[in-house]
C-alpha cells in the first residue's frame, strides 16, 4: 500500500474517529521517505502504534485483555 497518500490518510483518519490504529511499517512501501517519517511522527503523536508484521498479533492481544 503507498505508505505516503492512502495508508497514513486512512489511519489518520481513524484516529480522528478514536479508532484504535496500528500501522504496521512493513506492509506498506512510500516514495519519499523524510515524508514517511513525518507522517509516522504525527500518527505517533496522535495515538497510533507502529508496529512491523511479526508483532501485530501480539498487539491485538493487548486490546482483547
Known sequence: INNNFIYSATSADGLSLNYRVIYVEDACRGVD??????????????????VNSRQVMSKFDKFNS
Open 33 to 50: 521517505l523524510k515524508d514517511i517519517d513525518e507522517q509516522k511522527r504525527k500518527l505517533l503523536n496522535n495515538g497510533a502504534i507502529i
